[in-house]
């Protein structure tokens, strides 16, 4: 089993739907749990991280951590076409020694 | 303020040859880490540097090397390249040697392996 698993994809979506990614990981030591997005060509930029377990929503953007689960999802309200990228999630330990992409997920929102 | 840069963009070498990558971090930024994203794939930790010191190294062969230099910019060297080893070359940047959300990427140097 891969420390960090996430959906392939790709995803195909028409604007203004709602999207949910996720990613589901097996090691208990991780605590912080980051989103990053990535256009073409260009590298991951955070979007979004959590702390331990719960939700955190940076406006159409909102992030969920079920530790209990080993699950976390990213949801993408009113999706737009600036949003197709691929979506990595990643997570860490407390102290930074551990820090584990998943493959990503590739996000085609249509027009 | 610059972001991470990196150079070069793009790098064309032959099975067998060295390759040397380079990356500047945001002013202020202490640590390196070097990650290798092969197409399709998520980015796979090679090494980290904090304060010109290596502070972690991924599953890779000792033909992957690396440093720190005093002003935090740090080189990836490569020897005897395979084909296998195409693949994007990310920096990233970070005040500590935090827990990866304080990281910003650069754009990658990709490597075309021939």
């Known amino acids: 089993q891969k420390e960090v698993e996430q959906d392939p994809g790709p995803l195909s979506v028409p604007e203004g739907a709602i999207v949910s990614l996720n990613c589901t990981y097996s090691?208990?030591?991780?605590?912080?749990f980051m989103w990053y997005r990535q256009y073409s060509r260009k590298g991951p930029e955070l979007l979004m991280y959590?702390?331990?377990?719960g939700n955190k929503e940076d406006g159409r953007f909102t992030a969920q951590v079920d530790k209990s689960s080993k699950y976390i999802s990213l949801f993408i309200r009113d999706s737009q076409p600036s949003d197709s990228a691929t979506y990595l999630c990643a997570m860490s330990d407390n102290y930074g020694q551990n820090f584990v992409f998943g493959p990503g997920t590739r996000l085609s929102v249509l027009p | 303020d610059a972001g991470v840069t990196q150079s070069p963009t793009h790098l064309i070498k032959t099975r067998g040859q060295h390759v040397t990558l380079r990356c500047s971090p945001i002013s202020g930024h202490k640590s390196v880490s070097w990650y290798q994203q092969v197409l399709g794939q998520g980015p796979q930790f090679i090494f980290q540097?904090?304060?010109?010191?290596?502070?972690g190294r991924g599953n890779f062969p000792d033909r992957f090397s690396a440093r720190q230099f005093p002003n935090y910019s740090s080189e990836l060297n490569v020897n005897a390249l395979l084909l296998g080893d195409s693949a994007l070359y990310l920096c990233?940047?970070?005040?500590?040697?935090?827990?990866?959300?304080?990281?910003?990427f650069g754009s990658g140097t990709r490597l075309t392996v021939v």
């Open positions: 990233a940047s970070s005040l500590t040697q935090g827990q990866g959300y304080g990281y910003t």
């Open positions: 540097y904090y304060e010109k010191e290596e502070r």
């Open positions: 090691n208990s030591a991780f605590q912080y």
């Open positions: 959590t702390y331990s377990s």
